[in-house]
């Protein structure tokens, strides 16, 4: 207990460092004061954003896009990648066509999409969600499978059928893999939905606020936004630790 | 070479006879009833490796009896562990004939259990869960499923140990719940691939006993391949010897001594020695193919 919080102290020694250099540079001009905003200046408007309920309603809706994004590309990836991974027919039809595609960045997509679907809602989502969808698809697929002979001979003895097989040795083989891809997949989606926040600035948002203050030259109400999007991802990554060890406690330790 | 071994004849018409000193249950386990006789004619099987025909077993004529501990040597190579994966049904392909009861086997079924020489738990569930999911396509009551779960959890001496996962037990202890798992379906024959072959020498003695108590206790016929012929020695009924190149059975050793044994022996000694050396009479061939 002791020593861990003796390493989180260190931890905390860069940031700090960070921080001082960061104001020292914020004092030696005007200029410099600009585009390095005083450390006082920005507790100041981080306390106005929390204050008015601006910093609650734009960090809430990023949160709920990402989520909205992580939920539907997550189903998707595991249905995609867990047909691919049990059907040859499936992995023949669709794993080609899905390797390809993948290696288009996602950035890649922006124009095609906006020209589709607009630059609202949906586009938000859809972008998110093929973020998540990558990773999720390719896991589980992977997860499927890496599933060891002798544990599908012991479902051959006992008799299971296809769907026993897939729910008492594929899938439980596979969550592991799921679990990893799932952990990559909620960095991605976070940045994804700042991503095409930033891209579309429609509606609210964290990314569709820093554009709103950039342009109104609030350097200070940028940081925070940045500040608030690293610590939210950063409490999501500790979050989903926390539960892998919970639910994959056998893996952890296997 | 000529031995002075009891030789018994392969004769496949042997009817079909239960031990009579059924022992009385103390786990509450029933013993088995007189099923459970194997008969295999003229059992063939090759494999084939880039456009060749390698042969593994080469016509194996033999019948178990029902109630039968049967030990299988040999040499590496000889193709026991492929007999025992045919009996079990999980090789599908082979010529000649394979019969428990009359009945032909033509695919794994629950009326013969295996246990290998990994444990093969799932590692995602609980010891009570593993052993719970032999009993998936059984139609049992959910009382019925946990009533037996337990009597074969205690059968092996794992009460307390429920709730463990597989990383969390001993080798040993690992290697008794998939014993439990193979058993909790009542199966006719209980097929044993080396089970003990990855323990240490201790738990390996210890687990010879539990494995002789277990037998003596359901009285269900049980197959096991082994490189130990002390623990064959200790076990067998009867030990069926294995050529190599192709597998074929050398010899039939019955062991007329009764249960449970004493391992210094005179008699199981004098036999001891005796297949040793007709075990180290067959040549190991350097390239062989596994």
Request: charged share 20%.
């Amino acid at each position: 207990m002791r020593s861990r919080l003796i390493s989180w102290a260190w931890g905390l020694l860069t940031p700090v460092l960070l921080a001082f250099l960061w104001e020292f540079f914020s004092r030696r001009s005007i200029a410099h004061a600009y585009a390095f905003v005083p450390v006082a200046d920005i507790w100041r408007s981080f306390w106005e954003l929390a204050g008015n309920g601006d910093l609650a309603l734009n960090l809430w809706a990023t949160l709920r896009s990402a989520l909205l994004g992580l939920s539907i590309g997550t189903l998707l990836g595991i249905s995609v990648g867990a047909s691919m991974g049990i059907i040859k027919t499936a992995d023949v039809l669709i794993g080609p066509i899905y390797h390809m595609v993948r290696q288009v960045p996602l950035l890649g997509w922006i124009p095609l999409i906006g020209l589709w679907f607009g630059t609202g809602v949906f586009s938000k989502n859809l972008i998110v969600a093929m973020a998540v969808f990558y990773p999720m698809a390719l896991h589980t697929y992977e997860g499927i499978r890496n599933v060891e002979k002798p544990y599908l001979e012991v479902g051959e003895i006992f008799r299971f059928g296809r769907w026993q097989r897939f729910v008492h040795v594929l899938l439980p083989n596979a969550w592991p893999y799921i679990f990893t891809g799932f952990s990559n997949a909620l960095a991605f989606a976070w940045v994804a939905t700042v991503g095409s926040e930033l891209l579309f600035a429609t509606g609210p948002g964290l990314g569709a606020l820093m554009l709103i203050a950039q342009s109104a030259s609030r350097m200070d109400v940028v940081i925070v936004c940045i500040v608030t999007i690293g610590i939210i991802g950063c409490l999501m990554n500790f979050g989903i630790g926390k539960i892998r060890k919970w639910f994959l406690g056998w893996h952890c330790a296997h | 070479m000529v031995s002075r071994l009891a030789l018994r004849p392969l004769n496949v018409d042997e009817g079909v006879q239960a031990s009579s000193n059924t022992a009385p249950s103390a786990s509450g386990i029933p013993a088995q009833d007189a099923a459970g006789a194997l008969s295999i004619h003229g059992l063939s099987k090759t494999y084939r490796i880039e456009n060749r025909q390698i042969p593994v077993l080469a016509d194996i004529n033999l019948s178990i009896r029902a109630g039968h501990f049967v030990c299988i040597v040999g040499p590496s190579g000889c193709g026991k562990s492929t007999l025992l994966r045919l009996i079990a049904g999980l090789d599908k392909e082979y010529s000649g004939g394979i019969f428990l009861d009359g009945k032909r086997i033509a695919s794994p079924s629950l009326d013969r259990g295996i246990v290998f020489q990994d444990h093969r738990l799932f590692p995602w569930l609980r010891l009570q869960e593993n052993i719970a999911l032999a009993l998936l396509n059984h139609d049992y009551s959910k009382a019925e499923k946990n009533r037996r779960v337990s009597d074969y959890i205690r059968l092996v001496k794992l009460a307390g140990f429920e709730k463990a996962y597989p990383h969390q037990l001993s080798g040993g202890m690992a290697q008794r719940a998939a014993i439990a798992r193979a058993l909790v379906n009542e199966p006719k024959v209980l097929l044993l691939d080396e089970p003990l072959g990855a323990l240490d020498a201790l738990t390996r003695v210890y687990l010879q006993k539990e494995l002789q108590r277990i037998w003596l206790e359901r009285r269900g016929t049980m197959i096991m391949v082994t490189h130990d012929v002390d623990e064959a020695l200790f076990l067998g009924d009867e030990i069926i010897i294995m050529d190599a190149h192709p597998g074929r059975i050398k010899h039939i050793v019955d062991i007329p001594l009764p249960h449970p044994r004493d391992r210094a022996s005179s008699v199981l000694q004098g036999i001891r020695l005796e297949i040793l050396e007709e075990l180290i009479s067959i040549p190991p061939e350097p390239d062989r193919i596994k």
